[in-house]
């Protein structure tokens, strides 16, 4: 688990060194981002030493060179894409104020956009500044957007007056961090199944046939899957993407090779997440030799390949089974269809033809259609957040099936 913590100028600011110290004792991986007030109380070597990675200190690097200063404008992203939970210890009145407001002024408030991940804040300053409405405001927003507070404690604080604003002991904090990452984690006990890519089918030693298919939103369910927990097994066909971390990778080819390892992967899996983009025809032949260029038209016989989904779905007895329906129109009615026909219990759909959405973008536009008759209209959203939702309706169905048996057996 990746946290960045955000360090703000505050007294408290020489607590966080020891605060990077425990998270890493406790298995996470510690990127620290300094405010420029945060530096005036302590040096950003500090936390080099302990986190063992560069401190990250602007929005635009002191270097005048446009290079560096293009490198650190995009860095903010990549970080926010990498986090898996942003802390604040020590948090300002006026950092507070900022991400309230969504004000975007430097490397932390612009991340704190950036990001969607879980944010755990813990305010240190004086008593009045805290007691203030306006700070009390902000928090209430931040509250209400989902932020963990974690109160800061009542004593004798460094200006001299006594009451609410000492920063939260470590412990107070550590078991914060804990209760965000640990409901993160509630594919724990899970193993997943994921396809991914497109599949290629060979005319001849240099030639195939294929789908238009990145891999990106498949690769995405696969990163989502392990991070919140699950086993996760992806078989990919031919892609250019990372195999994102804890995932264990099958690489295939052929839409046959993809059906023989999906089938294997299955019977471990308590969940399939089919995203593939798996050729529905293949060569009748596969010739040995390259096909000789001609003037007479050329008629390639094509056969029909397994449709994977349907048949795993088919025998899925208690597990959960999620299809792609990849449609240029009538969306909704062919979703359905697939739904019922291939036995799917989640159809996610999508319209290639709409803005934003479609073949090797980072972003999607997708509607849920499930078995229990809802839909789920998704606005325009990275893949990252699809795949989340993706996980979120697996759960809800999973809810939805052992609802049944449990009432059973209190009978
Ligand atoms: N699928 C599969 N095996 C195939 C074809 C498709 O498992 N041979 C799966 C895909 O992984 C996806 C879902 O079926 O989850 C729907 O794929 P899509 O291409 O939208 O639908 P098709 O069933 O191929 O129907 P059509 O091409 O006629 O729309």
Not at 5 to 28: I, M, N
Not at 75 to 92: F, G, K, M, S, Y
Not at 368 to 380: E, M, T, V, W
Request: proline share 4%.
């Amino acid at each position: 688990m990746r946290i960045t913590l955000g360090v703000t100028g505050g007294v408290a600011a020489y607590k966080a060194a020891e605060l990077v110290r425990r998270l890493q004792q406790e298995g996470y991986n510690v990127q620290v981002v300094m405010t420029r007030s945060a530096r005036e109380f302590i040096t950003p070597l500090t936390f080099a030493a302990l986190s063992g990675q560069k401190v990250i200190t602007d929005l635009f690097g002191d270097s005048s060179g446009s290079e560096a200063n293009l490198e650190s404008a995009i860095e903010h992203i990549a970080v926010a894409q990498r986090t898996d939970l942003l802390l604040v210890a020590p948090a300002t009145a006026d950092i507070i104020a900022k991400f309230a407001r969504g004000v975007a002024d430097d490397f932390l408030t612009t991340l704190y956009l950036a990001s969607t991940a879980p944010v755990v804040i813990a305010p240190a300053m004086n008593v009045n500044m805290w007691n203030h409405a306006a700070t009390q405001e902000n928090v209430e927003m931040l509250r209400a957007r989902g932020a963990k507070i974690v109160e800061p404690d009542e004593g004798y604080l460094a200006c001299g007056m006594t009451g609410p604003g000492r920063l939260a002991g470590l412990e107070e904090i550590l078991a914060a961090v804990r209760e965000v990452t640990k409901s993160q984690r509630d594919l724990e006990g899970e193993t997943i199944l994921v396809s991914a890519g497109p599949t290629c089918e060979d005319l001849d030693p240099v030639r195939y046939i294929t789908n238009r298919s990145s891999g990106k939103m498949g690769y995405a369910v696969a990163e989502a899957a392990a991070k919140r927990g699950a086993r996760v097994f992806l078989v990919s066909g031919p892609v250019n993407l990372e195999t994102p971390a804890g995932v264990e990778r099958i690489d295939v080819r052929t839409a046959e090779e993809m059906h023989r390892a999906v089938v294997e992967q299955f019977a471990q899996a308590s969940v399939a997440i089919l995203a593939a983009a798996v050729a529905d025809y293949r060569p009748v032949e596969r010739r040995g030799e390259k096909i000789k260029k001609g003037v007479a038209p050329l008629a390639i016989s094509l056969e029909p390949t397994t449709d994977i989904l349907a048949a795993v779905a088919r025998n899925k007895g208690e597990k959960i089974v999620v299809g792609f329906a990849a449609e240029t129109d009538h969306v909704a009615e062919h979703a359905r269809k697939k739904l019922a026909s291939k036995n799917a219990d989640l159809i996610v759909a999508n319209d290639v033809t709409a803005e934003g959405a479609g073949f090797d973008r980072d972003t999607n536009v997708v509607t849920l259609f499930s078995r229990d008759g809802r839909d789920l209209a998704l606005p325009k959203m990275p893949k990252s957040e699809v795949a989340q939702r993706i996980m979120d309706e697996v759960i809800r169905l999973r809810a939805l099936r052992q609802a049944p048996a449990a009432r059973h057996s209190n009978v």
